[in-house]
């Protein structure tokens, strides 16, 4: 019964290798994000999609790509990782146009680059 | 451009000891404020959505209050299970469903 889902919970890996994070949502939102959250823990958002979309794109390094398959799915892939990538990855997801009913956040992949 | 600033960082209670977070805002055009709260090892959990000034929310042992320029989250009379960290985040509305997000506060409540 799980809302917002991704996998892997932990990624470990060495620089310069390429690595996915995928989200799975079953609400039956449209819109859905990726934030990134700091040693600080400070949130910030890197992209979100709507309906497949791509509507915001926040100032992120080329080498991360969001794919959305489809509406419920929003993946992460990341090209030659650098150490300044480890962080907590969330996915979220929202009815669109939002504000009232919030944004329902998955659990965390914790990246790791060594 | 949006920003958001929650105080104090960290807030340690005794059980029952009543207290308020802060959590002040810049933006341009206030669509939506949002409290949630962050369990260690997991993702935030939406509490309340603030939409205009004098507008308040409660859940529990959490009430949350709204001015012009800042929000409050009032904890009455906490438990231990009130520990996490709490995060204050606005949507200015400058892109669909953008939060900004403060840097959170970390409360403790001591049994």
């Known amino acids: 019964d799980t809302a917002v889902s991704q996998t892997p919970k932990y990624l470990v890996t060495q620089m310069g290798n390429d690595k996915s994070i995928k989200c799975e949502q079953n609400?039956?939102?449209?819109?859905m994000y990726w934030y990134k959250q700091d040693s600080k823990k400070f949130l910030k958002i890197m992209f979100s999609y709507n309906n497949k979309e791509l509507i915001i794109n926040e100032t992120v390094p080329n080498r991360f790509s969001p794919k959305s398959p489809d509406k419920a799915h929003l993946n992460l892939h990341i090209n030659s990782l650098e150490l300044g990538d480890s962080a907590v990855y969330f996915c979220?997801?929202?009815?669109?146009?939002?504000?009232?009913?919030?944004?329902?956040f998955g659990p965390g992949t914790r990246l790791t680059v060594l | 451009e949006d920003q958001v600033t929650q105080s104090p960082e960290a807030l340690r209670l005794q059980e029952g000891e009543s207290s308020s977070l802060n959590c002040s805002y810049t933006v341009s055009g206030l669509r939506g404020l949002f409290w949630y709260r962050q369990d260690p090892g997991k993702g935030p959990e939406f509490l309340f959505t603030l939409y205009s000034a004098g507008e308040e929310k409660e859940k529990e042992r959490l009430k949350a209050t709204l001015t012009k320029k800042e929000s409050f989250l009032h904890i009455t009379a906490p438990k231990p299970e009130d520990s996490a960290t709490y995060l204050c985040?606005?949507?200015?509305?400058?892109?669909?469903?953008?939060?900004?997000f403060g840097q959170g506060t970390i409360l403790t409540v001591h049994p």
């Open positions: 985040a606005i949507d200015g509305g400058t892109s669909y469903g953008k939060l900004t």
């Open positions: 979220a997801s929202s009815h669109p146009g939002t504000s009232g009913r919030g944004q329902f």
């Open positions: 609400l039956g939102h449209d819109t």
